[in-house]
């Protein structure tokens, strides 16, 4: 079962939104301001004032055919209608554009991300990539390996074994069992209460040994090693705190029970863990 997520030295966890990084990056009027500016964001931006003059000579027209004045004809008013819903549905793109979307201001210094192609003030992306993660906040394209705050001291382990898992018993050659061991510990400043002890655990879980759990085994491994499997928290089963427990990358800790009781069958749960690991940049 997951954990809390972890947090970084900034306070900061995986799940921290744009909103959230904006008060550490230029809103010091804290939720009320974010809030406030991510209001604003989701209104349509303030026509030009050219535009709304324009809009307005469709019904000057209108009126003028009505006392019979004459040098405009319906063409130009089908025109002039068609130039303006043009020029209305076309500014908005642009600004968007020009805006980035970490400060929700003109790109100063702009810097272009090479993977996704979205841009942003170079000040403003930098500081997300270090404060956040390295993942572009716009499409969630990763750029380079996102590190966990997972104790140092852990290792990992795994052996064979003949048994079968409920719904693998005709495709598989057994059942992959993986320890993971975490002795007590000093939490450090990328944890909840650096200076203060933490309490280790071991933990098993199981996956089929076929090519797809095989293949799960690797990424978990690699996972395991970027300190992303475990954090330190409180324990969802227990209540204690200072505990080190799972980070939002889901273990099948029991053989059987089913997915209520994190045992299997479980048709879904190695595309689900795969998901999870593939949002944490491991592929």
């Given at each position: ?7 970084n030295k900034?306070g ?8 959230t ?8 009027g804290?939720k ?11 209104r349509?931006?303030?026509p030009d ?6 809009r ?11 006392h019979?004045a004459?040098g405009y004809?319906?063409?130009?008013r ?14 908005p793109?642009q ?5 980035c ?9 702009p810097?272009?991300?090479d ?7 170079k ?5 997300y990539f ?6 572009c906040?716009c499409?969630f394209?990763?750029?380079g ?15 064979i074994?003949?048994?079968h898992?409920p719904?693998?018993?005709r495709?598989s050659?057994?059942t992959?069992?993986i320890?993971?061991?975490f002795?007590?510990g ?12 933490y309490?280790?655990t071991?933990r098993t ?7 797809e759990?095989?293949?799960?085994l ?7 090693k970027?300190?992303?499997v475990?954090?330190i ?7 204690r ?9 889901h273990?099948?800790?029991s ?10 069958p479980?048709?879904t749960?190695?595309?689900?863990v ?6 944490k940049?491991?592929e």
């Amino acid at each position: 079962m997951a954990g809390p997520p972890a947090r970084n030295k900034y306070g900061f966890d995986s799940t921290s939104t744009l909103s959230t990084f904006r008060k550490l990056l230029r809103f010091p009027g804290g939720k009320d301001s974010a809030s406030k500016l991510a209001t604003q964001t989701r209104r349509a931006p303030s026509p030009d004032p050219k535009d709304t003059v324009t809009r307005l000579e469709p019904r000057r027209l209108a009126r003028s055919f009505s006392h019979g004045a004459t040098g405009y004809s319906h063409l130009s008013r089908t025109q002039s209608l068609s130039t303006n819903a043009e020029q209305i549905k076309e500014t908005p793109k642009q600004e968007e554009l020009d805006r980035c979307a970490i400060c929700l201001d003109d790109c100063t210094e702009p810097k272009r991300l090479d993977k996704c192609g979205h841009t942003f003030c170079k000040e403003c992306i930098d500081q997300y990539f270090q404060a956040i993660k390295p993942q572009c906040p716009c499409c969630f394209t990763i750029y380079g390996d996102i590190r966990g705050n997972q104790p140092e001291n852990g290792r990992m382990v795994h052996i064979i074994t003949r048994h079968h898992l409920p719904g693998f018993e005709r495709n598989s050659n057994g059942t992959i069992q993986i320890t993971y061991t975490f002795p007590d510990g000093i939490q450090d400043e990328r944890h909840p209460s650096p200076g203060q002890r933490y309490h280790g655990t071991q933990r098993t879980a199981y996956l089929p040994d076929n090519k797809e759990g095989r293949h799960i085994l690797k990424l978990l491994e690699k996972a395991f090693k970027l300190r992303q499997v475990f954090t330190i928290g409180q324990s969802r089963t227990t209540g204690r705190e200072n505990m080190v427990t799972w980070n939002d990358i889901h273990h099948k800790t029991s053989y059987k029970g089913g997915s209520e009781n994190f045992g299997y069958p479980d048709k879904t749960y190695l595309n689900r863990v795969r998901q999870e690991l593939a949002a944490k940049g491991i592929e």
